[in-house]
């Protein structure tokens, strides 16, 4: 068993990742101020401390008690941070920090969830590792400081750190922009506004491709690169298959069955264009993705929605 730290461990993917290493045993904490959390509910054997990666004082004494910290508290939003890049810098660049310098002072071991935004759109046809880091938005650009700070550390200092570049990753519990959020991710989006028929907006042409991760491959990434990444290096997790937003609000209207529709609105400035991984040196670890259509995944995804709203989510709009 493992003292385990998540900080961000509220939000979609931070909660999801608790629950699968309390249920494997480990003594999980997560630290989050609360400022998108999910409604994934967590295990009752998980502790929670509110706090902010921003305090120094709100992370160092948990820091000394955990063996590994999963940092994924973020400031996550694209139009946030263009809106309000003063928080998003604060929190993904100086908070990013604050867990290095505890990290190093304790000697402990760091996962650092970076993202796909660091590479900008596409300039090959799959995005290793190697491929050039041109952020294109406030908030991709501060997740490529934090990135290259923990590559920083670990090179100036012997930090012991790995970084994992996830592309979009969705699933149950993810945020949809409702209950007076104006933020939240594409897929959640367009799920609430078709249940409630109400249009879908796609930004631009729609021909804008992401590469679309389910959350249960996600956490096995995470779980893999804390018990065999190496130290110092990055790790991109991807399926590899692009879809555009066109062929996922085609899908919706076709599956979800309402009359919702769609309507085009102006392109957001800062968007990437095509997002796809090449997620080679993270196999070569021995993960593989679920061997499951990205339409079967999304029908997953769209079903646990449903029964969310029988809960009482999603009902906003």
């Known amino acids: 068993m493992s003292k385990i730290l998540i900080t961000g461990g509220r939000g979609f993917i931070g909660s999801h990742l608790a629950n699968r290493l309390d249920k494997e045993g480990n003594d999980v904490i997560v630290l989050d101020n609360l400022s998108h959390p999910s409604r994934v509910t967590l295990r009752s054997g998980i502790k929670f401390k509110y706090g902010d990666v921003r305090y120094k004082d709100d992370i160092r004494l948990l820091i000394k008690w955990c063996d590994v910290v999963y940092h994924l508290a973020a400031q996550i939003h694209v139009d946030k941070s263009i809106t309000n890049p003063q928080e998003t810098i604060d929190t993904n660049v100086l908070g990013t920090m604050n867990i290095l310098e505890a990290v190093k002072e304790y000697d402990k ?22 491929h050039p880091l041109d952020a294109q938005s406030p908030y991709g650009a501060s997740k490529l400081a934090a990135d290259r700070l923990c590559k920083a550390y670990h090179s100036t200092y012997g930090t012991k750190v790995k970084i994992l570049r996830n592309f979009n990753t969705f699933g149950p519990g993810q945020a949809d922009g409702g209950e007076g959020s104006s933020y939240g991710a594409v897929i959640g989006i367009f799920a609430r506004l078709a249940m409630n028929s109400k249009p879908m907006p796609i930004f631009g042409t729609g021909n804008q491709a992401r590469d679309y991760m ?77 061997m499951v259509t990205f339409e079967d995944k999304l029908m997953r995804f769209i079903n646990s929605y449903k029964e969310s709203l029988k809960k009482g989510y999603g009902k906003n709009t």
Not at 110 to 130: D, L
Not at 215 to 220: F, K, M
Not at 239 to 246: H, K, S
Not at 277 to 285: E, H, S
Request: proline fraction near 3%.
């Open 109 to 130: 071991e760091m996962i650092f969830a970076s993202t796909s935004e660091i590479y900008g759109t596409a300039q090959t046809g799959k995005m290793s590792e190697e």
């Open 214 to 290: 389910y959350i249960d491959d996600a956490i096995n990434a995470y779980l893999l690169v804390q018990e065999k990444g190496e130290f110092g290096e990055e790790y991109n997790a991807g399926t590899g298959v692009p879809i555009t937003i066109n062929d996922l609000v085609d899908f919706m209207e076709h599956n979800i069955l309402t009359n919702s529709g769609h309507v085009f609105v102006d392109a957001r400035p800062g968007e990437v264009n095509l997002l796809c991984a090449d997620a080679t040196k993270l196999r070569a670890l021995g993960w593989e993705p679920e």
